[in-house]
């Protein structure tokens, strides 16, 4: 297994958000994560990339322990977040913004442009305009060019599809589904028809637990089985 | 009628920028004095020291004058006890500055804002404490000391065009730097901290490591226009650490522009015209600086050098 967090425990102050949740990812592997508002699942996220500390708990990635790591050693480990509020840096160009990246990521900035212009062809058009000129849908594909530079092994996503109208969503959509096999993903999502045709596992989060998990690709594709579970 | 400059005319133009700069101190040498002509090309490189931590990086710091003096002192205490050599007694300033920087980083770069400003501050009136009363002995507390500087072949700082030529190349060696610097992937890391921090982190960068950085090259550049001072003043006082003399650094900053070595400049001159001329005409000058300055924040928020660029400056497409 890529990733396998056991038994986390995650607390805000005395509040506890995570009790002893337990998931794993395989290596290609796009897990999703559906539940309620408050379920756990961002806190997962946070806490698998660095953000948040575990109160009890272990992550493994990639055979070694990083649960407590900084965010920046878990994200040079290959872990990549992308953010639920779609928040690129607006003051830099949209250049900038991928040049950031692929410094970090250690590669040359025309190839890590080729490879966002890939994903998002009309991209060419604002590489030197401020990104906060960018739509919703703009941004995201931006910052799902950026998480995919420099090849890591898992992308952490929240809630991708949030807030975009119907085209920004297809084209997101079909983002994830070309980098099928090629990374790993953990992928928080409402939108259950985007669940249905993308997972290939899913967990079901309620109340900092995990209540059910879906393997088999039929119960997934069936539509009361998910919706029945939230 | 609108004017604007098209992207390549911009380019053009930057691409010579530094003898731009050059002739324009000249003639402005030409048409104020070589003595104040050379007050302002110091002062600008302090602007854009102080510009790489609050323009670039987000950081008003209200005690820079901390490692202004540091280098002040360091120039004149070198020249006094170890070499009377000037480009000696600068590199000293400059590596003070650069030691006191990275020293005090520790205290100062893990926070930010409120706290980052008032630390800096708090250290500074330390600063002050330690040179007006505690090293007393060898700083002349009050009274400062003189300084006699060597000279080098036939260069002589005492003499005006040559502490103008001097401070001239060190303000474009220093605009040549921080426009090399600002324009790399580390300049951008810092408008990026500047703007959110810890998603710059997710990007897998240690933000510590790069604000330490960037802390002690602005410390360091301002102890070097510290040093400089003392090589056109020849005397040091404590007046070059006083934490009351900030503000200076602060409106020429915010005049200008913050985060534009150009802005820093023109932010530069603007105040040193503006202190330097306007008390002849206007007895309370201070309170003109203040309306300059409530101007500038409700009317022109870029400062004069982002108002000009959002004027006549290349234009840019928008998102869809």
Same mark, same amino acid.
């Given at each position: 297994?890529?990733?396998? !967090?056991?038994?986390?425990? @995650?607390?805000?102050?005395?509040?506890?958000?995570?009790?002893?949740?337990?998931?794993?990812?395989?290596?290609?592997?796009? !897990?999703?994560?559906?539940?309620?508002?408050?379920?756990?699942?961002?806190?997962?996220?946070?806490?698998?990339?660095?953000?948040?500390?575990?109160?009890?708990?272990?992550?493994?990635?990639?055979?070694?322990?990083?649960?407590?790591?900084?965010?920046?050693?878990?994200?040079?480990?290959?872990?990549?977040?992308?953010?639920?509020?779609?928040?690129? =840096?607006?003051?830099?160009? @949209?250049?900038?913004?991928?040049?950031?990246?692929?410094?970090?990521?250690?590669?040359?900035?025309?190839?890590?442009?080729?490879?966002?212009?890939?994903?998002?062809?009309?991209?060419?058009?604002?590489?030197?305009?401020?990104?906060?000129?960018?739509?919703?849908?703009?941004?995201?594909?931006?910052?799902?060019?950026?998480?995919?530079?420099?090849?890591?092994?898992?992308?952490?996503?929240?809630?991708?599809?949030?807030?975009?109208?119907?085209?920004?969503?297809?084209?997101?959509?079909?983002?994830?589904?070309?980098?099928?096999?090629?990374?790993?993903?953990?992928?928080?999502? $409402?939108? +259950?028809?985007? @669940?249905?045709?993308?997972?290939?596992?899913?967990?079901?989060?309620?109340?900092?637990? %995990? &209540?059910?998990?879906?393997?088999?690709?039929?119960?997934?594709?069936?539509?009361? %089985?998910?919706?029945? %579970?939230? | 009628?609108?004017?604007?400059?098209?992207?390549?005319?911009?380019?053009?133009?930057?691409?010579?920028?530094?003898?731009?700069?050059?002739?324009?101190?000249?003639?402005?040498?030409?048409?104020?004095?070589?003595?104040?002509?050379?007050?302002?090309?110091?002062? &600008?490189?302090?602007?854009?020291?102080?510009?790489?931590?609050?323009?670039?990086?987000?950081?008003?710091?209200?005690?820079?004058?901390?490692? +202004?003096?540091?280098?002040?002192?360091?120039?004149?205490?070198?020249?006094?006890?170890?070499?009377?050599?000037?480009?000696?007694?600068?590199?000293?300033?400059?590596?003070?500055?650069?030691?006191? #920087?990275?020293?005090?980083?520790?205290?100062?770069?893990?926070?930010?804002?409120? &706290?980052?400003?008032?630390?800096?501050?708090?250290?500074? $009136?330390?600063?002050?404490?330690?040179?007006?009363?505690?090293?007393?002995?060898?700083?002349?507390?009050?009274? #400062?000391?003189? !300084?006699? /500087?060597?000279?080098?072949?036939?260069?002589? @700082?005492?003499?005006?065009?040559?502490?103008?030529?001097?401070?001239?190349?060190?303000?474009?060696?220093?605009?040549?730097?921080?426009?090399?610097?600002?324009?790399?992937?580390?300049?951008?890391?810092?408008?990026?901290?500047? $703007?959110?921090?810890?998603?710059?982190?997710?990007?897998?960068?240690?933000?510590?490591?790069?604000?330490?950085?960037?802390? !002690?090259?602005?410390?360091?550049?301002?102890?070097?226009?510290?040093?400089?001072?003392?090589?056109?003043?020849?005397?040091?006082?404590?007046?070059?650490?006083?934490?009351?003399?900030?503000?200076?650094?602060?409106?020429?900053?915010?005049?200008?522009?913050?985060?534009?070595?150009?802005?820093?400049?023109?932010?530069?001159?603007?105040?040193?015209?503006?202190?330097? /001329?306007?008390?002849?005409?206007?007895?309370?000058?201070?309170?003109?600086?203040? =309306?300059?300055?409530? %101007?500038?924040?409700?009317?022109?928020?870029?400062?004069?050098?982002?108002?000009?660029?959002?004027?006549?400056?290349?234009?840019?497409?928008?998102?869809?």
């Amino acid at each position: 297994m890529l990733l396998q !967090v056991n038994d986390l425990e @995650v607390a805000y102050g005395r509040a506890r958000a995570l009790h002893g949740i337990s998931i794993d990812v395989a290596e290609g592997e796009r !897990v999703f994560m559906v539940g309620r508002n408050g379920a756990g699942k961002t806190t997962l996220l946070k806490t698998v990339a660095g953000f948040l500390a575990p109160t009890a708990g272990t992550i493994r990635f990639a055979g070694r322990e990083i649960a407590g790591q900084p965010a920046e050693e878990v994200a040079r480990g290959g872990i990549r977040y992308v953010f639920q509020d779609k928040r690129v =840096f607006t003051k830099l160009t @949209v250049r900038e913004n991928i040049e950031i990246a692929a410094h970090a990521a250690r590669i040359k900035l025309a190839e890590a442009i080729e490879r966002v212009v890939e994903i998002y062809p009309k991209m060419t058009r604002f590489l030197d305009s401020p990104a906060g000129g960018l739509s919703g849908g703009q941004r995201q594909l931006l910052l799902l060019g950026r998480a995919l530079l420099g090849q890591p092994r898992l992308l952490l996503i929240d809630e991708p599809t949030e807030g975009l109208a119907g085209g920004a969503i297809d084209e997101v959509f079909q983002v994830l589904e070309k980098s099928k096999g090629k990374v790993a993903m953990v992928i928080v999502e $409402q939108n +259950l028809s985007v @669940v249905r045709q993308l997972a290939d596992r899913v967990y079901a989060i309620k109340e900092g637990r %995990v &209540c059910s998990e879906f393997r088999d690709a039929a119960a997934i594709a069936d539509p009361a %089985v998910l919706e029945g %579970v939230l | 009628m609108t004017f604007a400059l098209g992207a390549a005319a911009a380019a053009r133009l930057r691409r010579f920028d530094l003898p731009i700069l050059a002739a324009l101190f000249m003639g402005l040498a030409w048409a104020i004095s070589l003595q104040r002509a050379t007050d302002f090309i110091i002062f &600008c490189i302090f602007v854009l020291a102080y510009d790489l931590l609050y323009g670039h990086m987000g950081r008003l710091s209200f005690g820079h004058m901390l490692y +202004l003096g540091t280098g002040a002192y360091a120039t004149a205490l070198t020249a006094e006890h170890l070499s009377a050599n000037p480009l000696a007694a600068l590199l000293a300033a400059l590596l003070a500055g650069g030691a006191v #920087g990275w020293v005090l980083s520790f205290i100062t770069v893990r926070t930010t804002g409120a &706290c980052f400003a008032l630390i800096n501050l708090a250290l500074n $009136q330390v600063g002050h404490f330690l040179v007006l009363v505690a090293f007393a002995r060898w700083t002349g507390g009050e009274d #400062g000391m003189s !300084v006699t /500087f060597s000279k080098i072949g036939p260069f002589d @700082v005492g003499h005006k065009a040559t502490m103008f030529g001097l401070a001239l190349a060190c303000l474009v060696a220093v605009v040549w730097l921080l426009r090399r610097l600002t324009g790399s992937p580390f300049g951008i890391l810092l408008r990026s901290i500047k $703007q959110n921090e810890s998603r710059v982190r997710f990007l897998g960068y240690d933000v510590v490591r790069a604000k330490t950085l960037a802390f !002690v090259l602005s410390t360091a550049l301002s102890a070097f226009a510290g040093g400089l001072a003392i090589l056109n003043y020849a005397y040091v006082t404590p007046s070059f650490i006083d934490t009351g003399r900030n503000v200076e650094v602060i409106f020429a900053a915010l005049i200008g522009g913050a985060g534009s070595v150009y802005g820093a400049i023109a932010g530069g001159v603007a105040y040193m015209l503006i202190s330097n /001329f306007l008390p002849n005409y206007v007895q309370r000058w201070e309170m003109f600086l203040g =309306f300059a300055l409530l %101007v500038m924040i409700f009317r022109f928020r870029a400062g004069v050098w982002g108002s000009l660029v959002a004027r006549f400056g290349p234009r840019r497409a928008e998102g869809a």
